[in-house]
Structure formats: structure tokens, C-alpha cells
């Protein structure tokens, strides 16, 4: 049966390698907004200018009027972030900004696309590695065109898991950040990492490096494409309380299985994180 959307995914890994070879050779990685004083979220010249060339490319090979666009800096700008039935494109330009500025050698583009709210394929380039990360619904996850699995670790004192600390520094939000990765260290694990981009952590889940990544304060396009190549790997989505996996929700474990995402679990204290969805206040549907 002929695939709808395999136009759709060639473009994207396409895309997400040009976007990556622009940032790559950005020297400018000016800070150019850093909001709210609570919060450390940096943003540059760099990714407002890649946002608008994976848009822009994205609008001009689909259309403007059909497919519908939710990228970080349009939505810091007061684009709409509501996931309708229609196909939408999910992009996060340079995801490790703080990285990007840092020169912290990971930095990722994230691109996912979904339809009828249901994510159909992920693509992450790993820029400075010069790893391209894509899966589509049903078909496996790949690592420049391999195969990637989960890891078959069972028991969580075998794991190595990852965390971030995020962006909102209000002392009482960190102090549960840092509570939780205290107990998930003393259950104990082998060992807690971060990469810096929600993206890349997705990764080293679907390829086995680490055996989960969980946060709190992630949002959609920091996510939506790692969330299909972990799940194409093998692995599993799961809300912070247990219940199911929400994009728009904030708050997400990626495992390799459900046993270690439910040890961890039981460790996580819950903090609110405003849902990306409650940002706006136009209801598109
Ligand atoms: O702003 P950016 O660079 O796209 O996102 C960076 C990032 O660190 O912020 C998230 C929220 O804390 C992270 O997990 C995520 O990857
Ligand atoms: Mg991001």
C-alpha cells in the first residue's frame, strides 16, 4: 500500500541536515532573549533563523494552508501551540541552546509530523556528533540508517538514567528536581547523565546508551520526534503519574521498558508545569 507520508519524512531528514550544516557554521550565537527572571531559557539569532528556513522550506514543498507548523520560536512569538486533527509539523531549530552558546557538543534538530493527533514519524540530527536520528509509526528506529534498540536492562540498578534540571530555577520546583534525582541515585543506579537536549536524551534511550529519560517542564517540540524513535526502538512513553503518555503535557518518561519507567516513577515528585496546549488562548478546534 502506497505510504501517504514518505514524501513528507525524506523531506524532514532532508531539511533537519541543512538546518544542522547552518548551525554547525553559525558563529552567532548571540543571546538574544532570555526571559522571565525565574527562568534560564536561552535564545539566539541562530534559532530564529533556523526555525524560518525548516518552516519556510516545509511551507513552500506542502503548502501553507493544508499542513499546520508549532515550532519553539513562533509559539515564544504567540503563535498557536494546539495539536489539531490536521497534519502538523512539530520543530524544535536547536534544541541545546544553552549548549549552542556554550559550545557543549550537543545540539540537535528535532522535527516530528502528525496527523489526526497522532505522531506519525520523528527525525533528530544530531549536528555536532553528525548523527541522523529518524523513525517512522510501525516501520523500526535508525541511527544513519541502522537499526537502533532499546536496552534489555531489567533490573534499575543496572541502569544508567537521565534527568534535567530545565529551565525554572524557583527554589522550590529545583529543590524537588534535585530531590528526585537524589533518590533515583541512592536506589542506586549505576549512574544519572544529561546531555542538555531533551532530543539527544531521547536518543541515547532508543540506542541503549541510557536506560530512561524523564522530566518535568519538557515541552512538545523538545519531544514529539524523540517520542516516536524511542517507541520504534522498543521502548516506552509514560506520563510522570503512570498514565499514558501526553505531548502537550509537560511531563514525560522514556524508557526502555515499562519496569525500569515504573521504578523510576516511583521516585519522581510531581511538580505543575503549565500544559503547552494551555498557553494559548485560541482554540483552534
Ligand atoms: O530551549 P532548548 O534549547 O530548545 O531546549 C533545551 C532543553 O534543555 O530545555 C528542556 C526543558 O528543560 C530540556 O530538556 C530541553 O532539551
Ligand atoms: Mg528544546
Same mark, same amino acid.
Given at each position: 500500500?502506497?505510504?501517504?507520508?514518505?514524501k513528507?519524512?525524506?523531506?524532514?531528514?532532508? $531539511?533537519? *541536515? %541543512? =538546518? !544542522? &550544516? $547552518?548551525? *554547525? %557554521? =553559525? !558563529? &552567532?550565537?548571540?543571546? %538574544?532573549?532570555?526571559?522571565?527572571?525565574?527562568?534560564?531559557?536561552?535564545?539566539?539569532?541562530?534559532?530564529?533563523?533556523?526555525?524560518?528556513?525548516?518552516?519556510?522550506?516545509?511551507?513552500?514543498e506542502?503548502?501553507?494552508?493544508?499542513h499546520?507548523?508549532?515550532?519553539?520560536?513562533?509559539?515564544?512569538?504567540?503563535?498557536?501551540?494546539?495539536?489539531?486533527?490536521?497534519?502538523?509539523?512539530?520543530?524544535d531549530?536547536?534544541?541545546?541552546?544553552?549548549?549552542?552558546?556554550?559550545?557543549?557538543?550537543?545540539?540537535?534538530?528535532?522535527i516530528?509530523?502528525?496527523?489526526?493527533?497522532?505522531?506519525?514519524?520523528?527525525?533528530?540530527?544530531?549536528?555536532l556528533?553528525?548523527?541522523?536520528?529518524?523513525?517512522?509509526?510501525?516501520?523500526?528506529?535508525y541511527?544513519?540508517?541502522?537499526?537502533?534498540?532499546?536496552?534489555?536492562?531489567?533490573?534499575?540498578?543496572?541502569?544508567?538514567?537521565?534527568s534535567?534540571?530545565?529551565?525554572?530555577?524557583?527554589?522550590?520546583k529545583?529543590?524537588?528536581?534535585?530531590?528526585?534525582?537524589?533518590?533515583?541515585?541512592?536506589?542506586?543506579?549505576?549512574?544519572?547523565?544529561?546531555?542538555?537536549?531533551?532530543?539527544?536524551?531521547m536518543?541515547?534511550?532508543?540506542?541503549?546508551?541510557?536506560?530512561?529519560?524523564?522530566?518535568?517542564?519538557?515541552?512538545?517540540?523538545?519531544?514529539?520526534?524523540?517520542?516516536?524513535?524511542?517507541?520504534?526502538?522498543?521502548?516506552?512513553?509514560?506520563?510522570?503519574?503512570?498514565?499514558?503518555?501526553?505531548?502537550?503535557s509537560?511531563?514525560?518518561?522514556?524508557?526502555?521498558?515499562?519496569?525500569?519507567?515504573?521504578?523510576i516513577?516511583?521516585?519522581?515528585?510531581?511538580?505543575?508545569?503549565?500544559?503547552?496546549?494551555?498557553?494559548?488562548?485560541?482554540?483552534?478546534?
Open positions: 500500500m502506497e505510504d501517504p507520508w514518505q513528507a519524512y525524506d523531506f524532514a531528514v532532508t $531539511v533537519a *541536515r %541543512k =538546518a !544542522g &550544516e $547552518v548551525i *554547525r %557554521k =553559525a !558563529g &552567532e550565537s548571540e543571546i %538574544k532573549v532570555s526571559t522571565k527572571s525565574s527562568t534560564v531559557d536561552l535564545v539566539t539569532k541562530t534559532d530564529e533563523r533556523v526555525e524560518k528556513i525548516i518552516i519556510g522550506s516545509l511551507k513552500e506542502f503548502g501553507e494552508g493544508t499546520c507548523f508549532i515550532g519553539e520560536e513562533s509559539v515564544a512569538k504567540g503563535e498557536p501551540c494546539i495539536l489539531t486533527h490536521k497534519p502538523t509539523w512539530i520543530i531549530p536547536v534544541d541545546g541552546t544553552t549548549n549552542f552558546v556554550h559550545g557543549f557538543p550537543f545540539v540537535a534538530v528535532s516530528a509530523f502528525a496527523v489526526n493527533k497522532q505522531l506519525e514519524f520523528g527525525v533528530i540530527y544530531s549536528c556528533e553528525d548523527k541522523m536520528y529518524k523513525a517512522r509509526n510501525g516501520k523500526g528506529a541511527c544513519d540508517d541502522e537499526l537502533i534498540q532499546v536496552s534489555d536492562v531489567k533490573d534499575i540498578n543496572k541502569s544508567i538514567i537521565i534535567e534540571h530545565g529551565t525554572d530555577r524557583s527554589p522550590e529545583v529543590k524537588k528536581i534535585f530531590s528526585t534525582m537524589q533518590k533515583i541515585l541512592c536506589i542506586p543506579v549505576h549512574g544519572l547523565r544529561g546531555s542538555g537536549t531533551a532530543a539527544t536524551n536518543c541515547l534511550v532508543a540506542t541503549g546508551a541510557v536506560e530512561a529519560f524523564f522530566e518535568i517542564g519538557i515541552h512538545c517540540w523538545d519531544i514529539a520526534a524523540g517520542a516516536v524513535i524511542v517507541k520504534e526502538a522498543g521502548g516506552v512513553l509514560l506520563d510522570v503519574d503512570g498514565g499514558p503518555f501526553d505531548l502537550m509537560r511531563r514525560m518518561v522514556s524508557a526502555n521498558n515499562e519496569v525500569i519507567a515504573r521504578r516513577i516511583k521516585e519522581i515528585e510531581i511538580f505543575s508545569a503549565e500544559r503547552d496546549d494551555d498557553m494559548c488562548e485560541i482554540q483552534l478546534e
